[in-house]
C-alpha cells in the first residue's frame, strides 16, 4: 500500500504538461508531412492539443504519411489529443484567447513582444496558423483575439513556424507557474486522496473534497519527499547531518522518523 501511495503521488505530479494550456490549431493544411511534424512538435514542447480545421488532404489516405512523420511521441498525440473540426469557430469554441500567426504586414504585433503573455497558464490560449499556400483569410484573422507576426526575411513552412512559436513559448513557460492538468472529476479526486490519505496517515484536512486544498496538499507532501530523497535540487546537507538507509550520504537529508529502510515508499512514510 506504501508504494502504491507513493507512485500515485509521483504520477499526481508528474502528469501535467509545461504547455497544457496551449490549442495548437492548424487552418486548412494541405500536406500530411506538415501536420506530422506539427504532431511531433506538440509531443516534444508538452502542448495540450493540437486541433485541425478542415484538413485540404484525405486523412484517411494519407494516415501512413502522416504518422511516419509524426514519430513515436507525436503518434500518442495524434491518438490521445488531436481534434479534427469544420470550421475555426468550433475549434476556438473552449478557448478563452486565440491567436492567429500571419505574414506579410497583416499582424497586430510582432510575436517577440507577444511571447511571454502567451507562456502564461492563467487561460486556454489557441495559436492559430494557415494553410501553407496562403496563410489564414481576412475573416479568419478577424475570429482571432490578436495577430502577431514571426520576424524573418521570408516565408516560412508551416512546421516551422509552428517550431518557432512552442519553442519560445516553452522556455519562457520554464519560468511560470506549472500548468494546471486538465481537472479530474470530483469522484476519481475524492477517492484517490482518500486512499493517499488513508496509506499516510493524514488528518481529515488532507481529504477535503475542494480541489484547492487537494493540489495544496499533495504539493506540500511531494515538495517534502523530493526534500528528502532527492535534496540535489534543494538544497545541500552537511555530511555530520546524514544518516541510514536510501537517505545515506553527504548530501542525503535523513528522514524525521526512524531509520530509513531504503525503500522510496517507507521513507515517504516515515518523514511525514
Known amino acids: 500500500m ?3 501511495a507513493c507512485m500515485l503521488l509521483l504520477l499526481l505530479h508528474t502528469s501535467a504538461l509545461r504547455l497544457q494550456h496551449i490549442d495548437v490549431v492548424l487552418v486548412g493544411p494541405q500536406y500530411a508531412s506538415n501536420v506530422g511534424q506539427a504532431l511531433r512538435l506538440c509531443a516534444c514542447f508538452e502542448v495540450g492539443r493540437l486541433k485541425l480545421v478542415k484538413p485540404e488532404y484525405d486523412r484517411d489516405a494519407d494516415a501512413t504519411y502522416e504518422r511516419r512523420f509524426a514519430m513515436p511521441q507525436g503518434r500518442a498525440v495524434r491518438d490521445a489529443r488531436t481534434t479534427v473540426h469544420d470550421t475555426l469557430d468550433a475549434a476556438l469554441a473552449d478557448v478563452e484567447f486565440s491567436v492567429a500567426f500571419s505574414g506579410r504586414g497583416r499582424a497586430n504585433e510582432a510575436f517577440a513582444t507577444a511571447a511571454p503573455a ?4 492563467n487561460r486556454r490560449t489557441a495559436l492559430v496558423f494557415g494553410r501553407e ?3 489564414l483569410r481576412a475573416e479568419e484573422l478577424a475570429r482571432c483575439g ?3 507576426e514571426i520576424a524573418s526575411a521570408g516565408s516560412l513552412n508551416l512546421s516551422h513556424a509552428v517550431a518557432i512559436a512552442l519553442a519560445d513559448i516553452y522556455a519562457r513557460a520554464d519560468s511560470e507557474a506549472p500548468a494546471a492538468p486538465d481537472v479530474a472529476p ?3 479526486v475524492d477517492a484517490l486522496v482518500s486512499r493517499l490519505g488513508a496509506a499516510l496517515g493524514a488528518d481529515e484536512g488532507f481529504r477535503a473534497t475542494s480541489r484547492g486544498k487537494v493540489a495544496a496538499g499533495v504539493e506540500s507532501t511531494s515538495r517534502r519527499w523530493r ?6 535540487r534543494w538544497q545541500r546537507i552537511p555530511a555530520s547531518r546524514s544518516r541510514g538507509g536510501c ?4 548530501r542525503r537529508r535523513p528522514p524525521r522518523l526512524g531509520r530509513c529502510t531504503g525503500s522510496l515508499g517507507t521513507c515517504l512514510l516515515n518523514y511525514v
Open 133 to 135: 499556400a496562403d496563410g
Open 186 to 188: 470530483d469522484a476519481t
Open 146 to 148: 490578436a495577430s502577431v
Open 247 to 250: 537517505c545515506d550520504g553527504p
Open 2 to 4: 506504501r508504494c502504491v
Open 227 to 232: 526534500e528528502t530523497c532527492f535534496p540535489r
Open 118 to 121: 502567451l507562456a502564461s497558464n
